[in-house]
């Protein structure tokens, strides 16, 4: 099993400029996440998605798009990106869980390491 | 208050000490309670979860107090490879938060001969 992969590692856009980032899984995971991590903030979560065709705002949301028309996959997209979005990208995937149990751990991808100029 | 917060260090400590991580969060009703760590560069990764009772994972020890809404981690006997950034992990509300999760922003760990 590979896990959780995401594409591309690496990327460097112009201010303005569009991508998607792609997430998958092969673990048959509901619950998706992405996160951006910054120097000193920790990680924090952008959208989310407890299922295939949902999708949910996180802690910081404005500026990114996410879709999850299949269940093993979860696209964040950046339709005008902006320096402020220079950062590295998690994606993250999640089972609900056993019943009785509360504690669903999270796999991680190995990041994608973005750069706006 | 930032929901969950951790000393930054960096700890630098010599191998075969003994180092303790304190993390405290601001939510009350919060669930559940993790450390994962997280190697330079890469994806973090599951440490251990935290349990009520405190537990224990060979060299590692993890406790929780709800009162003080207080987590630690014990490292005992460090090694070379422990160095790493170790971050304290919350889950706010338990299993109405569809297993989201908040990170404290973590504590680096640096362990030299």
Known sequence: ?????????????KTGQSMTLLCA?????????????????GLRL????????????GEVPDGYNVSRLKKQNFLLGLESAAPSQTSVYFCASSSPGLAGTRYNEQFFGPGTRLTVL | RKEVEQDPGPFNVPEGATVAFNCTYSNSASQSFFWYRQ??????????????SGNEDGRFTAQLNRASQYISLLIRDSKLSDSATYLCVVNPAGGTSYGKLTFGQGTILTVHP
């Open chain 1, 1 to 13: 099993n590979a896990g959780v992969t995401q594409t591309p590692k690496f990327r460097v856009l």
């Open chain 1, 46 to 57: 952008i959208h989310y998605s407890v299922g295939e065709g949902t999708t949910a705002k």
């Open chain 2, 39 to 52: 190697d330079c560069r890469k994806e973090p990764k599951l440490l251990m979860s935290v349990y009520s």
């Open chain 1, 25 to 41: 899984q092969d673990m048959n995971h509901e619950y998706m996440y992405w996160y951006r991590q910054d120097p000193g903030m």
